[in-house]
């Protein structure tokens, strides 16, 4: 909205009309879904590598990154499961 009604001189009000038309509440509820299943995702990641560390700063460190890498593709992987989903009952 900030890039419409600033550079391109849209109406802020015609703008809000246009987004409720292109974007319906399912979209919204999927949203919503992803962020959940993401949090859930990362949060598990996080505690599994965390259970997994050892007792030095460097087994820390190499924790931290492996829950990084994990939760992005944990992510990856739940996007796609997702996306697929949806096309396939027709979201």
Same mark, same amino acid.
């Given at each position: 909205?900030?890039?419409?009604?600033?550079?391109?001189?849209?109406?802020?009000?015609?703008?809000?009309?246009?987004? *409720?038309?292109? $974007?319906?509440?399912?979209?919204?509820?999927? #949203?919503?879904?992803? #962020?959940?299943?993401?949090?859930?995702?990362?949060?598990?990641? #996080? *505690?599994?590598? #965390?259970?997994? *560390?050892?007792?030095?700063?460097?087994?820390?460190?190499?924790?931290?990154?492996?829950?990084?890498?994990?939760?992005?593709?944990?992510?990856?992987?739940?996007?796609?499961?997702?996306? $697929?989903? *949806?096309?396939?009952?027709?979201?």
């Amino acid at each position: 909205m900030i890039v419409g009604v600033g550079m391109l001189d849209l109406n802020p009000v015609a703008y809000f009309h246009e987004t *409720c038309k292109a $974007v319906s509440l399912t979209y919204v509820w999927i #949203g919503l879904f992803h #962020g959940a299943v993401f949090g859930v995702l990362v949060a598990l990641s #996080g *505690c599994l590598r #965390g259970m997994q *560390c050892g007792r030095s700063a460097s087994a820390v460190g190499a924790a931290a990154t492996s829950a990084v890498v994990t939760g992005i593709i944990s992510i990856v992987v739940a996007t796609a499961i997702i996306t $697929v989903v *949806c096309n396939v009952i027709g979201i």
